[in-house]
């Protein structure tokens, strides 16, 4: 995190941004060097702190580096002295942990401890000067300069340095006694005003800190407002319900697409059941496939992707407009795909490969043919092939028939089913020459059929068996009539199967929520906040259909059935002797006592007072009869949807 941002590792804008500001910060070491008495100073970021995170800790910044640079030339400056004095005591760095780095560590806990700069003693005696940078109270890093002397020095203090750095056996004395009389010395001034410098220095390293928070903040919204505009795209491309040319085009500019794409590839990862890597997760192995192919796309340009559920990994692309076959410029696209989810993580990854349309209105039989080429195929990249390709208009009907499928309107599936051997015989022809153009096309419709019933959750056993039957009978077909009296037939059979799983789901769905109702009113914290909003999105569907499906299976409202069952946990408590009715008001989810008896007389047809007095009393309750809903009545009769 950053300020209150987070950021994942090694964030590349972060640094980005950083490393250009990075010249102008060694100008100003250069400056203090050429400026200031005390010449070295070196940046150190915090381990704990977000410079790690997001790849910062390899970006040095100090006057040693600065000389280095081309900055150097501009301001005409000398070489850096080295320190021998401290290279002689921690042995080149060799012996930095247990010498210099002692004194220094513990100087930046106490600055990081009081955010203020501090004038410390080393352990062999030298003055350094510590300054904390800090933005927003956070501690991101350390400024270190010193390694002078205050005064002269003097063979006394030679002395007390050996007495002080006499652990350290590998240091030769002499050489260190030669170092230590050359030594710069300066003046109280001089550290007051060096260290009154570095603060500034510090401000503005925090300034810059919070100025890349914000700018990486507002790009992180950004990502999330793209994210979303493709997610809506790719939602108006595969159902085709847009009219608005011009919406349409704002949208595509404002996620960077020039041309309407007329290609569907369909990216598919194992299952996360079949994930096994004890070093990683699947959600994190997942994540970084996903940002793969972020990556991917936005290098190839004029590319959009959208991970929408229950469909997988959607990619537009313009490709030239083959029928048979993606051009070179997919082939290639993919390829690259694959090497860069295998370069990121170990995660499996399977690419399906739609026909080229001539318009965007007919990507959706794009996406379904790469759907179905990945069910027909175990090959990492699997193309739709096709003996006959159906006209756009043909392909725009199958597409209506699945789309029903998938949003259980499967009367409207079976009318489109009804209708389209009459569109076959208007596009295609009926007679005999026609046959086996007719029986391709069909083939073809029971395919994309079965897979928009596997996506609904149809079983894939049963669907294979009632596929291989369909074929079996459009094979055996001498005729157009029969023909398509066979693919009615077949039809009419995939339809049942998704029939029957509507069917159970909306019981199924209904004594779930009222499973979760009852977990939550027994959770003292938890009845206060469950609402048909959270019941929703434990059950991962829509306010809306949750409160229709409920109406419609138990006769009675969603809320209606909550507040009745809080009013029988507020009777299951009240019998309790040491609970309070205000306790009881509170802990079954009622927001103040007064409405707790209005809503317990109304249902229970008492006070809660009286209830207590007498549980066995025998009063009317008018909605009795509404207190176990039919779901979970053996004998509930389910109409399908």
Request: net charge neutral.
């Amino acid at each position: 995190m950053i300020g209150d941002v987070r950021l994942p590792l090694g964030n590349p804008l972060f640094v980005e941004q950083f490393e250009k500001d990075l010249k102008f910060l060694q100008l100003f070491l250069l400056l203090v060097n050429k400026s200031c008495p005390i010449k070295r100073i070196d940046l150190v970021w915090a381990e704990d702190g977000p410079a790690g995170r997001v790849g910062l800790r390899q970006q040095h910044l100090s006057t040693k580096q600065a000389l280095a640079g081309p900055c150097r030339g501009l301001l005409g400056c000398d070489n850096l002295p080295e320190p021998v004095f401290c290279n002689i005591v921690n042995d080149h760095g060799r012996h930095e942990a247990e010498s210099c780095g002692v004194s220094d560590k513990a100087a930046e806990m106490r600055v990081r401890q009081t955010g203020k700069a501090e004038v410390y003693r080393c352990h062999a005696g030298l003055v350094d000067i510590a300054v904390p940078v800090i933005c927003d109270g956070q501690y991101i890093a350390t400024l270190f300069t010193g390694q002078v002397l205050p005064e002269a020095p003097t063979q006394d203090g030679f002395v007390q340095i050996r007495k002080q750095a006499a652990a350290l056996a590998y240091i030769n004395w002499d050489d260190l006694e030669k170092a230590y009389m050359r030594v710069p010395v300066v003046s109280d001034a001089d550290v007051r005003r060096t260290m009154e410098v570095l603060e500034i220095f510090a401000g503005y390293l925090a300034t810059i800190w919070k100025r890349l928070s914000e700018m990486v903040r507002e790009q992180q919204r950004k990502d999330r407002d793209l994210h979303l505009e493709r997610k809506e795209f790719a939602h108006l491309v595969l159902e085709g319900h847009v009219a608005n040319q011009p919406m349409l085009r704002e949208l595509m500019s404002r996620i960077g697409l020039t041309r309407y794409p007329n290609r569907v590839v369909v990216v598919k990862f194992e299952a996360e059941e079949d994930y096994h890597n004890p070093a990683s997760s699947f959600d994190l192995a997942l994540t970084r496939a996903l940002q793969a192919i972020d990556e991917a796309c936005e290098s190839a340009g004029n590319v959009c992707w959208a991970h929408v559920r229950n469909r997988g990994v959607c990619i537009f692309l313009r490709d030239r407009e083959e029928r048979d076959a993606p051009s070179l410029t997919a082939q290639t696209f993919v390829q690259k795909l694959l090497h860069a989810i295998s370069e990121k993580c170990d995660l499996r990854a399977r690419v399906g490969i739609g026909g080229a349309k001539s318009n965007w209105h007919y990507l959706t039989d794009s996406y379904h043919e790469a759907c179905i080429a990945l069910a027909e195929s175990g090959d990492a990249v699997a193309l739709y092939r096709a003996a006959l390709r159906p006209n756009e208009e043909l392909g725009l009907a199958v597409g209506k028939i699945c789309r029903s499928i998938g949003e259980r309107r499967l009367h409207d599936a079976r009318m489109l089913v009804t209708g389209l051997p009459l569109q076959v015989n208007r596009e295609i022809g009926e007679r005999v020459e026609n046959l086996a153009a007719q029986r391709h096309f069909f083939e073809y419709a029971l395919d994309s059929m079965g897979y928009a019933a596997q996506q609904a959750g149809a079983g894939v056993d049963e669907l294979s068996r009632r596929q291989g039957e369909g074929r079996i009978a459009l094979s055996r077909a001498t005729g157009t009539f029969e023909l398509q009296e066979a693919f009615v037939s077949s039809a009419e059979s995939l339809l049942d199967s998704v029939r029957r799983l509507y069917a159970g789901r909306p019981q199924k769905l209904v004594e779930r929520a009222c499973r979760i109702i009852d977990r939550h009113l027994q959770d003292k914290w938890a009845a206060q906040e469950i609402s048909v909003s959270k019941v929703a999105d434990a059950l991962g569907i829509s306010v809306g259909h949750l409160s229709r499906v409920f109406k419609r299976t138990t006769g009675q409202t969603f809320e209606r059935y909550l507040m009745m069952q809080r009013v029988e946990a507020a009777k299951r408590m009240l019998l309790e002797p040491l609970a309070t009715i205000a306790e009881t008001a509170e802990r079954c989810g009622f927001s103040d006592s007064a409405y707790f008896a209005r809503v317990f007389r109304k249902i229970a047809g008492c006070s809660p007072s009286e209830y207590r007095n007498e549980p066995m009393a025998q009063r009317p309750l008018a909605a009795k009869e509404h207190m176990v809903p039919p779901a979970l009545d053996s004998t509930a009769v389910v109409s399908p949807s």
